[in-house]
């Protein structure tokens, strides 16, 4: 099993910077891919961003790229989300999900933690 929780969401205004936090604990971290995906109120949750098992590859929506930065810390369990430039539009739950393996698909996913929400203000 893989336990997953997300930290660092909260209430911003358009154009501002907010970092998420996910610290994995379970099995071994490096074993697996993570990713973000978000719900927006009323709609579908949609692939966001993930990072391969060693960090050296990652992929992005194309709504979010150029704005946001997927990375991990194997040292520390953690993957991060760097969201900058916000929109009203990423307004949302963020969550936090694992495989071993990369995939954009939230069906695929075998993990995942609780969500975290992100407001943004016009």
């Known amino acids: 099993q893989v336990q997953l929780v997300e930290f660092g969401g909260g209430l911003v205004q358009a154009g501002g910077s907010l970092r998420l936090s996910c610290a994995a604990s379970?099995?071994?971290?490096?074993?697996?891919?993570m990713a973000w995906f978000r719900q927006p109120p009323g709609k579908e949750r949609e692939f966001v961003a993930a990072i391969s098992r060693s960090g050296s590859s990652t992929y992005y929506a194309d709504s979010v790229k150029g704005r946001f930065t997927i990375s991990r810390d194997n040292a520390k369990n953690t993957v991060y989300l760097q969201m900058n430039s916000l929109k009203p539009e990423d307004t949302a739950v963020y969550y936090c999900?694992?495989?071993?393996?990369?995939?954009?698909?939230?069906?695929?996913?075998?993990?995942w933690g609780r969500g975290i929400q992100v407001t943004v203000s016009s």
């Open positions: 999900a694992t495989r071993p393996s990369y995939s954009s698909s939230y069906d695929q996913y075998d993990y």
């Open positions: 379970g099995r071994s971290f490096t074993g697996y891919a």
